[in-house]
Structures are given as structure tokens and as C-alpha cells.
């Protein structure tokens, strides 16, 4: 299996810890589109004829663009050469079997309503005939179709637009639910057009919700923390993804600090409100299935979990990243560079084939943030890591400070461990 990943390059205006490549003015977006739909031509081969069946449109901010706009993009992704290799069957309502979506164990093994479009509804509303044939469905391995959403762009019409589409999963970055929270973030939005995106997403039948909240953030507290967390746990959504603050360089959060503009971001309030967040989650029936990453039973994200399971993905846009199994690359962050690179036909990444130390690396880093856990197997044998013992010492160090437990061969943080995720990860690391 294998994923797609489009990134949309435009914003409202920027946020102010933001460093995804984003731009704030919208002027480009037809030549984009047309850039888009021609990176993707010359991408058919990529995933090697590795059935796809996740597909994610990031940012950026996704929803500035009509949902039709991007339902003519995801139609061209489903060409059957571009790794979409089982027969069409429209009505084929019933997704196949769902795929092990994670790195090993802890695993919950539910699956995930990908029909979140409603019980008995199809999971492609408003399928359209595309130049590839009458009442051929492209994709009958796609699982998950993710549309990232920012609050202020969902509307009633919007909602009407998107369900004529095949998106079948939302995220909103909603952030906070605290006004000061979301002017310090420089957000577009209100919390309570937050509130409503979620009320009318629901309303109109879509249950497969992920929402995305910041921790740390120097106007928050504790008791506006708690209750940020009360309220995205009473809107019932399946799953919630919650990031620290970071102050990324060059941004104006970090302009902002170091003028003495703003409070610095502190240590001591994102442990103590990341701590309460695993404590508060677990209590709600949420597993902390990644460190940032909560869900309900069976409702983590695949996409997402298929990065971190090392599972090949194809990367579209500007700065957007690709993996194949044995290289990574990733396109220019540059959106006149990548116009008029994708006009004339020519690449726009720069590639990396990857050593065995750094697949490694990057399955250590990755693996151990989940609760599948770090497999020794993995690195013992698949990896020929000559220096295992060594690893496997510096392991057990670890475990005795009570950062790692180790079951049946495989590796996992403790909660204390999760607070020092990197710091193990790149320990255990070779070089
Ligand atoms: S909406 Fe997202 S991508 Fe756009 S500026 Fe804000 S954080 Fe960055």
C-alpha cells in the first residue's frame, strides 16, 4: 500500500509560529492547479504500481480552494497508473479490508469507519465519470481521503460543496478554544467559528473528524488548558492531534521573543499541560497512539500512521516530500520555481538515496513515538546494524531510568520516556 500527499501552498494570512511553506496571497492559484495536475502526470510510475489508498490534502490551507477544484485533482491521482491497480467497481460501497495502518503492537485492532459519510451512504457521493471511462471507480484501495479545513472557511455552502466530493475524512485546525489563544497564534479564525465548522461537518454526516490543538502557548494556563480539552472531548470526534508550541527560527513567534514582545514559550507549562493531556485523554476513552495523536478505538489516522510505519508515499507541490522505499525527495519551496518548472517539464526535487544507517535512524525516531513501539527485531536482522550491542546497552540504560519498558522484543516509552522522545531516539541512533 501507498500514499498521496498534495500540498496547497496558499494561506489567508500566516500564523505566526508557522514554517510550513505557505504563501498569504492566493494570485497564483490557477497556475498552481495547472502545475499540480502536470507534476502529477509525470509522477504516474513513482509508487511503482503500489496500490494507493491514502490520499491527504495539506497546507497550507487546503479549503481555500472549491472542493470541486480538488475533487478534479484527486480524480487525476486515481489513474490506474499511478498505482491504483484493482478493477474500478462504483459500487463497491464497502472498503476493503483495513490495513495495519501502524508500526507493531499496542495496536488497536479495530478498524476505523472509513465511511464516515454516514452508515449506508457511499463513500464517493457525487462520483463523477472521468475521461478514464464510464462508471469506472479509480479507486477501490483508497481508504482515507483527508481534507485539512481552518474553521473560518467552512460555510453551509461550503459543507453542501464538499459533500459532492469523495473527501470522507476532515482535520480542522482549530488550535484553541480561547480568543487571546488564537490572536497570540495570529489564526484567521474565532473559537466559536470553531465550534460551528465542527457543528456543521457533523450535521451534514461526516464523523471521521480529527481536530488540531496547541499546548504551551505563553497566554494559556492550566485551568484554560483543562478547558480546551473539555470541550474538544464533548464534541464527540474520533480523533485529536495536539502539538507543543514550538518557536521555529525566522518566524515572527520567534521575532516576537526575542524582542521581548511576547513571553518566551516555557518548558515547565508544556510538561505540566502535555502530561495532563495524555492523563485527561485517557480518562475520555482516547488512546495516545502517537505522541501527539489521540483517538477513539480504531480511528487513527492512516495516512499519517503510514509515514511512520515507513510505507512508500508520493509527495505533490511545492515542498512537498516523497519516499519510495529506498530514496527520499522533496520538491522546491519556491511556488514561481515550481510553476514554471512543472511548464517546462522539468523535475523540481532534490533526491537522497538513503544508507541502511539512516533508514534506521529514521525507523528508531519514528517508531518509538508510537505505541506499535521500536522493534529489535527490526534492528537486529532487516537493518545489519553491526553496532547492536551497543544499542541494545544504551536501550537498557533506559529502561532502568524508567524511560523505556521493553515486551516481547519490542520497545516502548513510558510516560515520563515521552517527554524525552527525542532525546532516546537520537541516543540510540548510529552514526
Ligand atoms: S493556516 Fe496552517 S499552514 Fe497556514 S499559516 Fe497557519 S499554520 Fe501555517
Same mark, same amino acid.
Given at each position: ?7 496547497? %501552498? ?19 492559484? &490557477? ?29 497550507? #490551507? ?15 491521482? $486515481? ?6 491497480? +484493482? ?15 501502524? %508500526?507493531?503492537?499496542?495496536?488497536? #485492532? ?19 465519470? #472521468? ?17 485539512? *479545513? ?6 453551509? @455552502? ?31 479564525? &474565532? !473559537? ?60 515572527? /513567534? !520567534?521575532?516576537? *521573543? ?22 485527561? @485523554? ?36 511545492? $515542498? ?5 522505499? $529506498? @530514496? ?10 515550481? *510553476?514554471?518548472?512543472? @511548464? ?10 538513503? +544508507? ?19 522493534? /529489535?527485531?527490526? *534492528? ?16 537498557? +540504560? ?34
Amino acid at each position: 500500500m501507498a500514499g498521496i500527499y498534495i500540498h496547497i %501552498p496558499f494561506c489567508k494570512r500566516k500564523c505566526h509560529y508557522c514554517n510550513f511553506f505557505s504563501l498569504a496571497s492566493q494570485k497564483l492559484k &490557477s497556475p498552481f492547479l495547472t502545475a499540480l495536475k502536470q507534476e502529477i502526470s509525470m509522477n504516474r510510475d513513482y509508487l511503482g504500481g503500489e496500490p494507493v489508498n491514502t490520499l491527504y490534502f495539506g497546507g497550507g #490551507t487546503p479549503s481555500l480552494c472549491d472542493p470541486a477544484m480538488l475533487q478534479e485533482v484527486m480524480e487525476m491521482t $486515481s489513474f490506474p497508473d499511478i498505482g491504483n491497480t +484493482s478493477p474500478p467497481d462504483i459500487g463497491n460501497t464497502s472498503p476493503p479490508d483495513h490495513r495495519n495502518t501502524s %508500526p507493531p503492537d499496542h495496536r488497536n #485492532t479495530s478498524p476505523p469507519d472509513p465511511s464516515p459519510q454516514g452508515e449506508g451512504r457511499s463513500p464517493v457521493p457525487g462520483f463523477k465519470s #472521468t475521461s478514464q471511462g464510464e462508471g469506472r471507480n479509480f479507486f477501490p484501495n483508497w481508504r482515507e481521503i483527508t481534507l485539512e *479545513i481552518n474553521p473560518d472557511d467552512v460555510t453551509k @455552502a461550503y459543507v453542501v460543496e464538499l459533500q459532492k466530493t469523495w473527501f470522507n475524512r476532515v482535520s480542522i485546525g482549530i488550535q484553541s478554544f480561547f480568543e487571546e489563544d488564537l490572536k497570540y497564534l495570529n489564526r484567521t479564525h &474565532s !473559537a466559536e467559528q470553531a465550534l460551528r465548522a465542527v457543528k456543521l461537518l457533523q450535521d451534514a454526516g461526516y464523523s471521521n473528524i480529527s481536530i488540531d490543538l496547541i499546548y504551551g502557548i505563553p497566554t494559556s494556563n492550566q485551568a484554560r488548558w483543562q478547558k480546551n480539552l473539555d470541550i474538544a472531548f464533548s464534541l464527540d470526534v474520533p480523533h485529536i492531534s495536539a502539538y507543543a508550541l514550538t518557536v521555529e527560527v525566522k518566524t515572527p /513567534l !520567534a521575532w516576537m *521573543i526575542e524582542r521581548q514582545k511576547s513571553a518566551p514559550v516555557s518548558d515547565e507549562l508544556q510538561e505540566q499541560q502535555f502530561r495532563w493531556l495524555i492523563k485527561e @485523554a485517557t480518562a475520555n476513552g482516547y488512546q495516545q497512539y502517537e505522541i501527539s495523536n489521540f483517538c477513539k478505538p480504531g480511528h487513527h489516522a492512516l495516512h499519517n500512521t503510514n509515514y511512520w510505519k515507513g510505507i512508500p508515499y508520493l509527495g505533490l507541490g511545492p $515542498s512537498a516530500h516523497s519516499y519510495n522505499g $529506498s @530514496a527520499r525527495r522533496w520538491n522546491i519551496s519556491n511556488l514561481s520555481s515550481y *510553476i514554471d518548472g512543472m @511548464a517546462k517539464g522539468q523535475p523540481v526535487y532534490e533526491e537522497e538515496i538513503l +544508507s541502511s544507517e539512516q533508514k534506521y535512524n529514521e525507523y528508531v525516531m519514528t517508531s518509538l513515538r508510537t505505541m506499535w513501539g521500536c522493534n /529489535l527485531k527490526k *534492528i537486529s536482522y532487516e537493518l545489519q546494524i553491526t553496532n547492536y550491542k551497543l544499542i541494545m546497552k544504551r536501550a537498557a +540504560s533506559f529502561v532502568q531510568q524508567g524511560w523505556l519498558t521493553e515486551h516481547g522484543g519490542v520497545f516502548f516509552l513510558t510516560d515520563e520516556g515521552k517527554l524525552f522522545a527525542d532525546l532516546i531516539a537520537s541516543e540510540l541512533f548510529v552514526t
